[in-house]
């Protein structure tokens, strides 16, 4: 059974960083794109970064030169280092997977799995 487990939650303050895990299991990760996404209170959830199997990176801007996504397949294992946090980054986060796909850029729309999310919560 294919499953995506999100960890690394969790409150701090304006400035600060978290590094968010997306623990994978059940299928062959190095043939799947995996992608962030985060939905706030009262808005609709949107992807914010995407990595191919191929390892090419995607950024939403509002996220660009503070967040990056890595991967370490021997790991089953996918990366959000999330720096310089800001009180609007506050919002549950989900890892998703699509696949098998060939290496190639990754797209932020239409998933096929999804984790159950963790709390990102920025404040003072």
């Known amino acids: 059974q294919l499953q995506l487990v999100e960890s690394g939650g969790g409150l701090v303050q304006p400035g600060g960083s978290l590094r968010l895990s997306c623990a994978t299991s059940?299928?062959?990760?190095?043939?799947?794109?995996i992608g962030w996404f985060r939905q706030a209170p009262g808005k609709e959830r949107e992807g914010i970064s995407c990595?191919?199997?191929?390892?090419?990176?995607n950024y939403v801007d509002s996220v660009k030169g503070r967040f990056t996504i890595s991967r370490d397949n021997a790991k089953n294992t996918v990366y959000l280092q999330m720096n310089s946090l800001k009180p609007e980054d506050t919002a549950v986060y989900y890892c998703?997977?699509?696949?098998?796909?060939?290496?190639?850029?990754?797209?932020?729309?239409?998933?096929?799995?999804w984790g159950q999310g963790t709390q990102v919560t920025v404040s003072s």
């Open positions: 059940g299928f062959t990760l190095g043939v799947y794109a």
């Open positions: 998703a997977a699509y696949g098998p796909t060939v290496p190639s850029k990754c797209r932020l729309i239409e998933y096929n799995y």
């Open positions: 990595i191919s199997n191929g390892g090419s990176t």
